[in-house]
């Protein structure tokens, strides 16, 4: 089945600890993208990739890093640095010759601070 | 700057017909896009409007005026399992970021 693939899906960090969120997609599409969503919030945007290589920073990029070195894979590291981690995180993907530019969400991962 | 604003909570009755509007002012306008979230789930795409105009797929319609910055999703013949957060979002450039509204909450009574 062709879909898009968070874990873990419930995650815990330490104080000062940096944690790796996993995203992997098997549906060949060229844009990835990362959303943070609070409680009873939108979808702000955090990354995204529009192609292996390349990365731009969204709205709220500080205190988190990407990288994409393969076209299936987009992880998310949330740095010690991002002083309000606790979040659902949401990883989609997107392909660009699709007129409706359709994303396809993950099922997300929660982040909550110990 | 750029904003999406709809309204944070709507109610309606099963069966009724519900209309969740959605105004934008973005540097760039390339599309405007709904999608549903179950509490606790992942979004899913239901329409996509880059014209002026009204999109109908089954029971969901989607309405655009550009001129206005506007946009609205219409539900209809309500059910329970439509109870739901209906985000709009708008995508300023060609592959370029798509930008969410805060999400509107709606919950289909009996």
């Known amino acids: 089945d062709g879909g898009i693939t968070q874990s873990p899906k419930y995650l815990f960090r330490k104080e000062g600890q940096n944690v790796t969120l996993s995203c992997e997609q098997n549906?060949?599409?060229?844009?990835m993208y990362w959303y943070r969503q609070d409680p009873g919030q939108g979808l702000r945007l955090i990354y995204y990739s529009q192609i292996v290589n390349d990365f731009q920073k969204g709205d709220i990029a500080e205190g988190y890093s990407v990288s994409r070195e393969k076209k299936e894979s987009f992880p998310l590291t949330v740095t010690s640095a991002q002083k309000n981690p606790t979040a659902f995180y949401l990883c989609a993907s997107s392909h660009h010759s699709a007129t409706n530019e359709k994303l396809f969400f993950g099922s997300g991962t929660q982040l909550s601070v110990l | 700057g750029q904003s999406l604003e709809q309204p944070s909570e709507v109610t309606a009755v099963e069966g009724a017909i519900v209309q969740i509007n959605c105004t934008y002012q973005?540097?760039?306008?390339?599309?405007l896009s709904w999608y549903q979230q179950h509490d606790g789930g992942a979004p899913t795409f239901l329409s996509y409007?880059?014209?002026?105009g009204l999109e109908e797929t089954g029971r969901f319609s989607s309405f655009l005026s550009r001129s206005d910055s506007y946009g609205y999703l219409l539900l209809q013949e309500l059910q329970m399992k439509d109870s739901a957060s209906y985000f709009c979002a708008v995508r300023k450039n060609q592959g370029g970021k798509l930008i969410f509204g805060q999400g509107t909450e709606l919950s289909v009574k009996p």
């Open positions: 409007n880059a014209l002026d």
């Open positions: 549906l060949n599409h060229d844009a």
């Open positions: 973005t540097s760039g306008f390339y599309g």
